[in-house]
């Protein structure tokens, strides 16, 4: 079974800055998910990787799969980026079905 | 994930009364799983359904929880005599395959037992 490990648990910062968010895993994965979960609760998929770089927006989410090492970096940051940010993973062949979830980090940007 | 519509949006149940819980993919998806969110703890895999069928129900508890996902209609995840350790907010999210599985994710049923 996969451990997924996201890093900062927490994580102030001010408005503008540069914010990165880390997530390691323990086995390999055939896609990797990053997760947004504002306050009340909804949940946006905010990408899906398998490989490489992805970019929307101010958002980019990177992938090394040899290192089993995902990060989501946010530029310009914004008070309403303050969320919860989950990473997510999903791995080939057997196992359970559904994706195995990090505890996610709780991102507050002050304007 | 609008299209993936979860109801209702919170729901309070007294100790030992059944919670039903409702889940209409996306328009176009007949794959859906089931999670729960516990305060404080991250998500957690529940069921993985197809029209009709039960794929991947390891992540569910023993007794007292089940799922459906019928020909017609939404799928339903049921907790009979409900507890306070069920309290949680249980996500639904929809796939139009098998993989990748479902990222789409509705708005989450908030479960409260008194």
């Known amino acids: 079974k996969n451990e997924v490990e996201q890093s900062p648990q927490n994580l102030t910062a001010q408005e503008g800055e540069f914010i990165t968010i880390n997530c390691s895993y323990s086995v390999g994965i055939s896609a990797l998910h990053w997760l947004q979960q504002h306050p009340g609760g909804g949940i946006v998929s905010l990408f899906m990787l398998s490989s490489g770089k992805k970019k929307h927006g101010r958002l980019i989410a990177t992938i090394n799969i040899q290192e089993k090492h995902s990060s989501l970096h946010i530029t310009a940051s914004h008070p309403r980026d303050s969320a919860v940010y989950i990473c997510a993973v999903r791995e080939p062949g057997g196992g359970a079905d559904g994706l195995t979830f990090g505890k996610g980090t709780h991102l507050i940007i002050q304007p | 994930n609008a299209g993936v519509m979860q109801n209702p949006r919170h729901l309070v149940r007294r100790r030992g009364q059944e919670a039903r819980l409702r889940c209409s993919p996306m328009k176009g998806h007949s794959h859906v799983y089931w999670y729960r969110q516990l305060p404080e703890e991250g998500l957690k895999f529940m069921v993985y359904l197809q029209k009709e069928n039960i794929i991947d129900e390891s992540g569910m508890p023993k007794e007292r929880f089940s799922a459906e996902f019928p020909k017609e209609g939404p799928s339903i995840l049921r907790i009979q005599q409900v507890v306070r350790g069920d309290s949680a907010a249980y996500f639904c999210?929809?796939?139009?395959?098998?993989?990748?599985?479902?990222?789409?994710f509705g708005q989450g049923t908030r479960l409260t037992v008194v």
């Open positions: 999210a929809s796939s139009p395959s098998r993989e990748p599985p479902g990222a789409f």
